[in-house]
């Protein structure tokens, strides 16, 4: 049974750092794509950055880049976000997501986690 699984999300005042991570389990994903989304309430689920499972092709959405950073690490089988200068904008429920092609679209992939809920107070 495929299962992805969120820590790390918190509190933390503006200008703060959080650092997410998602294990996976229950198949290999060798030839996937790693993505974290979030859900801020009453908005649609965005796409935040990807990374593939080999470790290479990094991609951002424009509002996070130079602000958060996405990895793998290979010790625990898992994806991390780091996430530096937060702003109460970034407060939403962030998701790990597993699929086969790089995309901003949610519904384009296949496994996905329940979700850490990330606040900023200002």
């Known amino acids: 049974q495929v299962q992805l699984v969120e820590s790390g999300g918190g509190l933390v005042q503006a200008g703060g750092s959080l650092r997410l991570s998602c294990e996976a389990s229950g198949r290999t994903f060798s030839g996937y794509v790693m993505a974290w989304f979030r859900q801020a309430p009453g908005k649609e689920r965005e796409f935040v950055a990807a990374i593939r499972w080999s470790g290479g092709g990094l991609f951002y959405e424009d509002s996070v880049k130079g602000r958060l950073t996405i990895s793998r690490d290979r010790t625990k089988n898992a994806v991390d976000l780091q996430m530096n200068s937060l702003k109460p904008e970034d407060t939403a429920v962030y998701y790990c997501?597993?699929?086969?092609?790089?995309?901003?679209?949610?519904?384009?992939?296949?496994?996905w986690g329940r979700g850490t809920q990330v606040t900023v107070s200002s």
């Open positions: 997501a597993a699929g086969l092609v790089v995309s901003k679209t949610w519904s384009r992939y296949d496994y």
